[in-house]
């Protein structure tokens, strides 16, 4: 019998990469996707299409719908739960706050309760953010006091004391995997690293004269997502269950995203892009950078895609999406290092 998985947020970034990482290691994938009037399964039509032999299936349902997630809990008796669903968007938390407390705090609740009343023997994997740290020093590990700088980042947090609280009142086998910022060609186009690496592209092809973004200064720990999806499926393949902090210990600042992505297409960056306050954060995290000593230590996960290939591979894919010429420097780095993933550059 495979082992079965259900994951919620599988139409995202890291949903996506986690099917496909799961598919290939033999699982039966079950995801949770939000009924949707245009195709959500963007990222997902390429394991849809062969379907991974009958394994991939997915369900409507909410993390607003508490008996939707019970109900399915039952149906498909999952082995490992993964909780990637969420109100994800720091920035939007602002202009949402109550929103994204319900979904990215009280719908981990829905999705415990659901485990819990279900009786369900599974592994529970929280998707917990170095957000969480918010104004805590650099370099941030397990050890460290929570400062959150947004209502996503209360939201998340709030969720990483319930994962604890039911394995401590209990006995659930949940884990937080505290993960700091990582990227891929599927991440989302209005997160920075995507939006500097298709505002690239788009320059390029003639279709924009600039790139408006807000704070360049904020610095970050960026990682390759497919990396870390493979981080999350070992967290739970442990004994015991804990939490770990996940990234790759160097960090940039959005200044240096930029001059990397824009000298990379051999564009002067300071003639394209412009600052907008707009964009600023009512409150700011300044200084993101990961202490992954555990993770090492306990996992053997470490990140292996280094900050320029990262750029690379991303301006790459989105100059290719944009049918232009990619130098294809980011792929050759890659090579084969991520040995599951089918397309890289898409
Ligand atoms: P993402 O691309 O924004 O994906 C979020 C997923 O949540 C999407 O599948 C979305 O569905 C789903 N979702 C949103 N609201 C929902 C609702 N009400 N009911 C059910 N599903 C809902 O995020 P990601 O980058 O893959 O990140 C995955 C998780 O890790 C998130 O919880 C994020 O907060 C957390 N995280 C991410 C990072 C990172 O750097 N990527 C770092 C730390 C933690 P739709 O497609 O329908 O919108
Ligand atoms: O790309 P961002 O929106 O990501 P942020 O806020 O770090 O959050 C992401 O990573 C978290 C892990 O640490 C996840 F939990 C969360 O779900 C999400 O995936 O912004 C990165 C930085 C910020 O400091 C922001 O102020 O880039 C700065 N920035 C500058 N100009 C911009 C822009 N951010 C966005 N989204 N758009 C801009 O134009």
Redesign the pocket.
Known sequence: MPTIAFI????????SYLAEFLLGQGYEVHG???W?STS?TQRLDHLLQDAGGGRLTLHCG???DAARLGALLAEVQPDEVYH?????HVRVSFDLPAYTGD?TGL?TVRLLEAVRRSGVRCRFYQ????EMFGSAPAPQNEATPFWPRSPYAAA?LYSYWMVRNYREAHGLFVCNGI????ESPRR?ETFVTRKISRGVAKILKGEATQLVLGNLEARRDWGY?PEYVEGMWRLLQQGEPQDLVFGTGETHSVRDFVEEAFGYANLDWRQFVRVDPSYFRPTEVEHLRADSTQARRFLGWEATVTFPQLVRLMVDADLRAADLEAPGEGLRALGNRVRWLRNPLS
């Open positions: 919620t947020g599988i139409t995202g970034q890291d949903g949770l996707i939000r949707c959500p909410d993390l607003a990637l669903g969420a109100q994800s979904i719908g998707a917990s953010s170095s998340k993960m700091y910022n990582h989302g997502a």
